[in-house]
């Protein structure tokens, strides 16, 4: 296991293995910056080292004099060294650089709570 860094936040340090991918926040060289976003995982299947969360924003609509619910969804890199993570576990991600054509995102914590 190399070294933790620390990558500018303070989040919990992450208790699994590192299995030697670069693309980690916490061992590897990967960089995060940009906006931090809470949500729920809806999807963890078909993909490896990969997950999609949601997350729920309500609006006000003056015209109509109502609120109005949003979702939105992000997929995210999961890092090997977080892991364990399932449908409906609440996580924090972090922007980081493209690692695919719709992972933006990388997992930096999870058990967040709202």
């Known amino acids: 296991m190399g070294n933790i860094r620390d990558i500018g936040i303070d989040v ?3 208790a699994g293995e590192w299995d030697g991918n670069e693309n ?3 061992y590897g060289t990967l960089r995060v910056r940009g906006q931090i976003i809470e949500g729920k995982i809806v999807s963890a299947e078909g993909m490896t080292g990969s997950v999609v969360l949601e997350r729920e924003t309500t609006r006000y609509m003056p ?3 109502r ?3 949003r979702t939105h969804r992000y997929s995210a890199h999961l890092p090997s060294c977080i892991g364990g993570v399932a449908v409906g576990d609440k ?3 972090m922007e980081c650089k493209p690692l695919s054509k719709t992972i933006k995102f990388c997992v930096i914590e999870k058990g967040v709570s709202e």
């Open 12 to 14: 919990s340090t992450p």
């Open 24 to 26: 980690c926040p916490f």
């Open 63 to 65: 015209k109509y004099e």
């Open 67 to 69: 609120y109005q619910k």
């Open 91 to 93: 996580v924090r991600i």
